[in-house]
């Protein structure tokens, strides 16, 4: 059996009511009930991370290392697994991880904070490669990425495990669990391609968990899917080290990624991340060419400060430029903060506003049905060009030939 098909970051997920408690030393109130499907990170584990985060100055600074996490008691791990790559070996039998920024430290019988890369006698192995918890055909624009093939399909894939413990996560029954905790497929990349080519897609999503800890199952799909004629999305939080992603650039032709806020101390005491690598990723994709798009999710009371959402407008103009979409997108309460309001839509047009006074030629607001901008208008002549309406349905695509039908003029994006 398969989990049932999960949300992107422009899905309206559901969500169940749950108790909430503040925990000692920390500014954001979580969970007091988390999910059992949760176990490897517990609620405890939660408590003291967030106090001693707030003590200590965050989980990690960036290049610095974190422990992982060993077998629970009376756990069987599973069987296989294939070499991981980008780490290191170290004395003991120990190894350290240089995929992502965390830099885990990894002992023999032990994990890194994704849960699905495993010390087994010295060599890392990844627990999850051809192995997805989850499958799906969805609308591209459900990435969400509106300049990129519209109207057509992607094949989505994603398994367990993450390198984020965002307190608001939407798909926390994936993300946040083992591979032993969810039924799995036999699906190597071949038979992602195959799958994908049966289902007329344009392209395979790498989507609904973090992409980057399945990073030998992605790159290798990848690869198999450009000799097919099939583009490959990575929809992601941009939690990677430099090395790695930019050979998968190589391989990839666009990405949405989550530049989830814009202050070191949201990033660390939400989402248990780091700014700065989300930052130089966004830098690396654009220096290597390949497309993206941004989405911001606007969380009540942590990041929707005027003054934040001005700050990273003004990153985003003066080292990406003016032509990468920027989706704002209305948080819905669930998970560990469930208690939160959703999104006031004002919040989102005024963040809206905010981004197009300072040259972001293409805003959107997400999450939000039938909102107007959730459209796309011609930046020179203001036509629309593409209407959405319910489901990222496209009911009119005026862009043609890259081009504005109107006006002539050209459209950032992949039209084709």
């Not at 988390?34 to 939660?46: A, D, I, Q, V």
């Amino acid at each position: 059996m398969f989990q049932p098909a999960t949300t992107d970051r422009g899905d309206i997920p559901g969500g169940s009511v749950r108790t909430f408690k503040r925990v000692e030393g920390s500014p954001i109130p979580v969970a007091a009930d988390p999910p059992s499907r949760t176990t490897r990170r517990g609620f405890l584990k939660l408590a003291v991370g967030l106090g001693a985060g707030v003590a200590l100055g965050g989980f990690a600074m960036y290049g610095l290392s974190r422990t992982g996490n060993t077998t629970r008691e009376g756990e069987v791990p599973p069987s296989g697994g294939t070499e991981a790559r980008y780490y290191v070996p170290m004395k003991g039998q120990g190894v350290r991880c240089e995929l992502c920024p965390n830099h885990c430290t990894i002992a023999p019988g032990s994990r890194g904070v994704c849960e699905v890369r495993e010390n087994r006698s010295g060599k890392l192995l990844t627990l999850v490669y051809g192995k997805p918890c989850t499958w799906h055909v969805d609308p591209i624009e459900k990435k969400p990425l509106y300049h990129f093939l519209p109207a057509t399909t992607a094949f989505s894939i994603a398994t367990a495990g993450c390198n984020f413990e965002c307190l608001y996560c939407q798909n926390w029954e994936i993300s946040q669990a083992r591979p032993e905790d969810l039924d799995s497929i036999d699906m190597p990349p071949e038979k992602v391609v195959d799958l994908a080519l049966q289902s007329g897609s344009a392209c395979i999503a790498y989507t609904y968990n973090e992409p980057t800890i399945f990073y030998e199952y992605m790159y290798d799909t990848c690869k198999l899917a450009r000799a097919s004629g099939i583009k490959n999305l990575d929809v992601t939080n941009g939690f990677m080290n430099t090395e790695p992603l930019t050979e998968l650039c190589k391989v990839m032709d666009a990405a949405n990624v989550d530049l989830k806020g814009f202050s070191e101390d949201f990033y660390q005491n939400v989402c248990s991340g780091q700014l700065q690598p989300v930052l130089d990723y966004l830098l690396t994709m654009k220096e290597k060419g390949v497309w993206m798009e941004i989405t911001n999710l606007i969380v009540p009371t942590l990041n929707d400060k005027t003054e934040m959402i001005s700050d990273m407008c003004d990153w985003i103009v003066g080292d990406l430029g003016t032509d990468y979409p920027l989706h704002f997108s209305r948080f819905s309460p669930l998970y560990k903060l469930a208690h939160l309001p959703y999104t006031p839509v004002t919040i989102l047009e005024q963040a809206r506003e905010i981004a197009m006074s300072k040259g972001i030629k293409y805003v959107y607001i997400g999450n939000v049905p039938g909102h107007a901008a959730d459209n796309t208008y011609c930046h020179s002549c203001g036509q629309m060009l593409i209407e959405r309406g319910l489901y990222f349905s496209v009911l009119q695509n005026n862009v043609d030939g890259g081009r504005c039908k109107f006006c002539g003029t050209r459209i950032p994006g992949v039209w084709a």
